[in-house]
Nanobody, 127 residues
Framework: QVQLVESGGGLVQAGLSLRLSCTTS????????MGWFRQAPGKAREFVAA????????TYETSVKERFTVAIDNTKNTLYLQMHNLASEDTAVYYC????????????????????WGQGTQVTVSS
């Protein structure tokens, strides 16, 4: 059974950092593309960042590009999202997603391209 389990969320003050983790199991370890999405209350789920296992090609949403870093540790089957200089608008539930295929960079923002999803971890940034 494919599982993606996020962790690392919490309450943090604006300007500080947080690192999210997503551990995969049950076959998700072979997913070619992995990504992070987030959903704030009353808003649609939005793309944050994605990365391919082969070639380590990364894609970021514009508002996080200079502050967030996505990385994969294949030895630990874990996807990370390092977030710096957090702001109140970063408050959301963050979801890990995995795609069995290599998703082209121009499609990585589309939730429909991902086959598996985690349950999400809450990130709350206080100002």
């Amino acid at each position: 059974q494919v599982q993606l389990v996020e962790s690392g969320g919490g309450l943090v003050q604006a300007g500080l950092s947080l690192r999210l983790s997503c551990t995969t199991s049950g076959g998700a370890e072979s997913s070619e593309t992995m990504g992070w999405f987030r959903q704030a209350p009353g808003k649609a789920r939005e793309f944050v960042a994605a990365m391919t296992r082969i070639g380590n090609s990364t894609t970021y949403e514009t508002s996080v590009k200079e502050r967030f870093t996505v990385a994969i540790d294949n030895t630990k089957n874990t996807l990370y999202l390092q977030m710096h200089n957090l702001a109140s608008e970063d408050t959301a539930v963050y979801y890990c997603a995995a795609a069995t295929a290599v998703v082209p960079f121009f499609q990585r923002h589309l939730p429909s391209k991902y086959d598996y999803w985690g349950q999400g971890t809450q990130v709350t940034v206080s100002s």
